[in-house]
C-alpha cells in the first residue's frame, strides 16, 4: 500500500469517525403528555424548578431509572420518564390517550385495571387442588391478635385506624 491510499484511508477513518460522534452526541426530544414538574433530582420529594405544560418540547440529556434528564426552553432537570414521549415534537393528539390511560390505570370503558403479574386459578387446576396441612398450618402461624397488632404498631409509630378484628388467633 502506497503513502496516497494510506492517507485516503486515514481520511475516510476519521470524517467516518467525527460523523458518527455528531450522532452519538445528538440530543433525543420528547414532548410532555402531562403536566409535570422539572425537578433539582431524580426523586419525586425534590425542588421544582419548572412546570411543563402539554405539548412542550424537551431535550433529553440522559436517562436515571424512571427518570429522564431534561433541558427546555423554561429549565434544565429531571422529569418522570411516564410524562414525556420520545421522538419527534409533534403536536399531542389522541393517540396519547391510550398511554395516558395505562399509566393512570384506567381502561378506555372508565373501569380501573390492575396488572399485578398474578394470575388466577383455571377451573382444571381447582380440581386437581390437594389439602396440604403443612401449608394451612404455615399460614395459620402468620395470624395476629389484637394486643400483638397493637404493639406492633406501637412499635412502628403508626396511627390507630378502626378495624373490625376477626377474633383471636389460635
Same mark, same amino acid.
Given at each position: 500500500m502506497n503513502t496516497s491510499n494510506i492517507n485516503l484511508i486515514s481520511a475516510i477513518f476519521l470524517l467516518s469517525a467525527s460523523l458518527f460522534s455528531g450522532v452519538l452526541h445528538a440530543a433525543e426530544t420528547g414532548t410532555v403528555l402531562k403536566v409535570d414538574d422539572? @425537578? &433539582?433530582?431524580?426523586? @419525586?420529594? !425534590? /425542588?421544582?424548578? !419548572? $412546570?411543563l405544560a402539554v405539548g412542550d418540547s424537551v431535550n433529553i440529556i440522559k436517562q436515571d431509572n424512571g427518570w429522564l434528564q431534561v433541558s427546555s426552553a423554561k429549565s434544565k432537570g429531571w422529569i418522570r420518564m411516564l410524562s414525556i414521549r420520545r421522538g419527534d415534537t409533534r403536536k399531542v393528539g389522541a393517540d396519547a390517550k391510550g398511554v395516558l390511560a +395505562? &399509566?393512570?390505570? *384506567? !381502561? #378506555? =370503558?372508565? %373501569?380501573?385495571? !390492575?396488572? =399485578? #403479574?398474578? *394470575? #388466577? +386459578? =383455571?377451573?382444571?387446576? +381447582?380440581k386437581q387442588a390437594q389439602f396440604n396441612e403443612e401449608e394451612? /398450618? +404455615?399460614?395459620?402461624?402468620? %395470624?395476629?391478635? /389484637?394486643?400483638?397488632? %397493637? $404493639?406492633? %404498631?406501637?412499635? #412502628?409509630k403508626l396511627a390507630a385506624r378502626s378495624v373490625a378484628y376477626l377474633g383471636d388467633a389460635k
Open positions: 422539572i @425537578r &433539582t433530582e431524580p426523586f @419525586r420529594d !425534590a /425542588k421544582s424548578v !419548572a $412546570k +395505562l &399509566t393512570s390505570g *384506567r !381502561a #378506555g =370503558t372508565g %373501569a380501573v385495571v !390492575a396488572s =399485578t #403479574g398474578i *394470575r #388466577g +386459578l =383455571t377451573e382444571e387446576e +381447582l394451612v /398450618k +404455615l399460614a395459620e402461624s402468620y %395470624a395476629s391478635n /389484637k394486643l400483638a397488632a %397493637a $404493639k406492633f %404498631a406501637a412499635q #412502628g
